[in-house]
């Protein structure tokens, strides 16, 4: 989760979301050179004494500055189209999980297993336990197996709400009458928050969620519980 004075991308905890961070950091990168380079054009025509009292039009350069930023755009689109179809490619999920999105909490169903379902309500700071986390612990944790393909389905019962957790790099909008669809893969263990990213109503910001990502062993024996 994300700590005092964490100004960037948490660490990942999936392979999709490391991707993510990736594309960030490269696309950063375009962006600062670019910056750099006009900045600097913009300080020194400053300090300019130089002038062409006969300029009218110059081709070259037009077509220079007409397709040098064409191109370093298309260095942008591709990674970014490749990262949109690699986020949407669902691969034979093991566990499939649906939350659904209320005014305010979430609730979820474990699909799969007997149909066990259950209500997650953020825990209120005066009830908050010392090594509880206040405003995004919950009552109830979703608990899913780590290394294992895990399909999410998202949908609401009252007002658009939106299912996200940064580690994973997911955020699925939960609208209602429809189910949406993605999917994540967890590759280490631990407890990672997300919480509510559509402003819903008054109490958007209470309804945390918190994913403990176990060994598949822990999980089946939680599940059979
Ligand atoms: Cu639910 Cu914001």
Redesign the pocket.
């Known amino acids: 989760m994300s700590t005092w004075a964490n100004l960037g991308l948490q660490d990942s905890a999936s392979p999709l979301m490391e991707q993510l961070i990736f594309f960030h950091d490269h696309a950063l990168l375009i962006l600062v050179m670019i910056t750099v380079l006009v900045g600097y054009l913009m300080f020194m025509l400053f300090f300019n004494n130089y002038v062409n009292r006969f300029l009218l039009h110059g081709q070259l350069i037009e077509m220079i500055w007409t397709i040098l930023p064409a191109i370093i755009l298309l260095f942008i689109a591709f990674p970014s189209l490749r990262l949109l179809y690699l986020l949407d490619e669902i691969n034979e999920p093991s566990v499939t999980l649906k939350s659904i999105?209320h005014?305010?909490y979430w609730s979820y169903e474990y699909s799969d297993f007997n149909n066990i379902e259950f209500d997650s309500y953020m825990i209120p700071t005066n009830e908050l336990s010392t090594d509880g986390f206040r405003l995004l612990d919950v009552d109830n944790r979703i608990v899913l197996p780590m290394n294992s393909q895990i399909r999410i389905l998202v949908t609401?019962a009252d007002?658009?709400?939106?299912w996200t957790i940064p580690t994973l790099g997911v955020k699925v909008d939960?609208t209602p009458g429809r189910l949406n669809q993605t999917n994540f893969f967890m590759n280490r263990p631990g407890l990672f928050y997300g919480?509510?990213?559509?402003?819903?109503?008054a109490n958007?910001?209470f309804?945390p969620i918190v994913i403990e990502s176990v060994p598949t062993n822990y999980f089946i024996k939680w599940i059979s519980n």
């Open positions: 999105g005014q305010w609401a007002v658009i709400h939106s939960g919480q509510c990213s559509e402003i819903c109503g958007h910001s309804m």
